[in-house]
Structures are given as structure tokens and as C-alpha cells.
């Protein structure tokens, strides 16, 4: 499986973290296609007011989570 990793914008550090441990970081709107999983701030957000988007890649949300637990419940997806 593709390293591709959708982040919500604002997870600057998140995204910095997981492109230095060798993953492809693309936009939750990305119509890219081929994302392990989607890292979002909040269950409750709806990403970009976006109400049709389906994925079949986890979600996780990264609130009160360091980069480095993201990265490790990203790669306990493998």
C-alpha cells in the first residue's frame, strides 16, 4: 500500500512529521485517491463543509495526540 496520508491543513507539525518518516502528505480534498488513512483535528469537523465525501481509508483524529502516536497509529494500519 502506498505511504499517502491525507491531513487536515492546520496539522502543520503532524504533516512535517509524517513526510520526515517517509510519507506522502495530500489534502483531505485531494481527489489524489490512494490514502492509508485521513488525519483530522476533531470527529466533529466536516472537512471543508464537504458533505458527499466517502473514503474507505481510516480516520483518525489527532486531538491530544502528539505527531508521534499519529505516525504510530498510522503504521498499526499496515
Given amino acids: 500500500m502506498a505511504k499517502k496520508v491525507a491531513v487536515e491543513d492546520n496539522l502543520s507539525?503532524?504533516?512535517?512529521?509524517?513526510e520526515k518518516s517517509g510519507?506522502?502528505?495530500v489534502s483531505?480534498?485531494?481527489k489524489d485517491?490512494?490514502?492509508m488513512a485521513c488525519v483530522v483535528m476533531g470527529m466533529d469537523n466536516n472537512l471543508m463543509d464537504?458533505?458527499?465525501t466517502i473514503t474507505k481509508?481510516?480516520?483518525?483524529d489527532a486531538a491530544g495526540m502528539?505527531?508521534?502516536?499519529v505516525i504510530s497509529?498510522?503504521?498499526?494500519?499496515q
Fill in 28 to 30: 483531505p480534498t485531494s
Fill in 57 to 60: 481509508a481510516p480516520v483518525i
Fill in 66 to 69: 502528539t505527531p508521534e502516536q
Fill in 13 to 18: 507539525t503532524i504533516k512535517q512529521a509524517l
Fill in 50 to 52: 464537504i458533505q458527499n
Fill in 73 to 77: 497509529r498510522i503504521e498499526s494500519l
Fill in 23 to 25: 510519507y506522502t502528505v
Fill in 33 to 35: 485517491g490512494g490514502i
